[in-house]
């Protein structure tokens, strides 16, 4: 038996790489890559040198058996994705399924992730609280957006910058003017921004931008929250 590590990587900041997790990828036998380009450079800088291979959402079940085939052969392998925690709104939860029904070990090398970042800087309610990750981008989009509107506890949603005015809007429908939202960018990064207000201060402030770029996590607070 062997053991499968998820490691987590920087959403924006080499220096949240924790000593753990340079550790661990140097103890690695084989690491698997979601992007083995993207990690290259996190490899590098960290002066790791392991074999990769990749390890991506379009290929995840074929990729698990060549996984699984080398946990079977007694390799230890480390998983990272391009940020964050394997597994949230990445490759990783087919991979470390089947590492349990092999009964492989799974450790967890915990780190950043844009989610529980966003929600404890968004100074909304943080005590409970629904990860919804991207939407659907056709089918059920708006059923799944009416359900945040309603929902009694904070959601976080994960969502690109050339939707996000789409987004607000739609949310706007369902919420109204007054819901509490933050819009977190860029977190951990040079231009790291949080935006939190009323929906119907931010909404503008959002549309009027010309254009909007980088990574986005938006929080919204339950329905009754407010302040
Ligand atoms: N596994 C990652 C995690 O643990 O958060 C999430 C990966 S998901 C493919 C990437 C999305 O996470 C981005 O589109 C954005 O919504 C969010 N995200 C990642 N990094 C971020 C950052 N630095 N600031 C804000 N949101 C971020």
Same mark, same amino acid.
């Given at each position: 038996?062997?053991?499968?590590?998820?490691?987590?990587?920087?959403?924006?900041?080499?220096?949240?790489?924790?000593?753990?997790?340079?550790?661990?990828?140097?103890?690695?036998? /084989?690491?698997?890559?979601?992007?083995?380009?993207?990690?290259?450079?996190?490899?590098?800088?960290?002066?790791?040198?392991?074999?990769?291979?990749?390890?991506? /959402?379009?290929?995840?079940?074929?990729?698990?058996?060549?996984?699984?085939?080398?946990?079977?052969?007694?390799?230890?392998?480390?998983?990272?994705?391009?940020?964050?925690?394997?597994?949230?709104?990445?490759?990783?939860? %087919?991979?470390?399924?089947?590492?349990?029904?092999?009964?492989?070990?799974?450790?967890?090398?915990?780190?950043?992730?844009?989610?529980?970042?966003?929600?404890?800087?968004?100074? =909304?309610?943080?005590?409970?609280?629904?990860?919804?990750?991207?939407?659907?981008?056709?089918?059920?989009?708006?059923?799944?957006? /009416?359900?945040?509107?309603?929902?009694?506890?904070?959601?976080?949603?994960?969502?690109?910058?050339?939707?996000?005015?789409?987004? =607000?809007?739609?949310?706007?429908?369902?919420?109204?003017?007054?819901?509490?939202?933050?819009?977190?960018?860029?977190?951990?990064?040079?231009?790291?921004?949080?935006?939190?207000?009323? %929906?119907?201060?931010?909404?503008?402030?959002?549309?009027?931008?010309?254009?909007?770029?980088?990574?986005?996590?938006?929080?919204?607070?339950?329905?009754?929250?407010?302040?």
């Amino acid at each position: 038996l062997a053991t499968l590590y998820l490691v987590a990587t920087p959403i924006g900041n080499l220096s949240d790489f924790s000593t753990r997790a340079v550790e661990t990828l140097q103890s690695v036998d /084989q690491i698997a890559c979601e992007d083995t380009r993207t990690s290259g450079v996190l490899l590098q800088h960290f002066q790791i040198s392991k074999p990769t291979f990749s390890f991506h /959402q379009h290929n995840e079940h074929q990729k698990v058996k060549h996984l699984m085939n080398l946990l079977n052969g007694g390799l230890n392998i480390a998983l990272i994705s391009d940020a964050g925690m394997p597994g949230i709104s990445d490759p990783g939860f %087919l991979a470390t399924r089947e590492a349990h029904q092999n009964g492989h070990e799974i450790i967890a090398i915990p780190g950043p992730d844009a989610a529980t970042t966003a929600l404890a800087v968004s100074g =909304l309610p943080c005590d409970r609280f629904i990860f919804e990750g991207f939407l659907p981008p056709k089918k059920g989009r708006q059923t799944r957006i /009416q359900e945040i509107a309603e929902s009694d506890i904070t959601s976080v949603v994960y969502e690109s910058p050339h939707k996000l005015v789409r987004f =607000l809007e739609k949310l706007h429908e369902y919420a109204g003017d007054e819901r509490w939202v933050c819009v977190a960018r860029e977190l951990t990064k040079k231009f790291e921004e949080k935006d939190r207000a009323q %929906l119907g201060e931010l909404l503008p402030r959002w549309r009027e931008k010309k254009s909007i770029k980088g990574e986005i996590a938006v929080v919204i607070a339950g329905k009754t929250y407010s302040e």
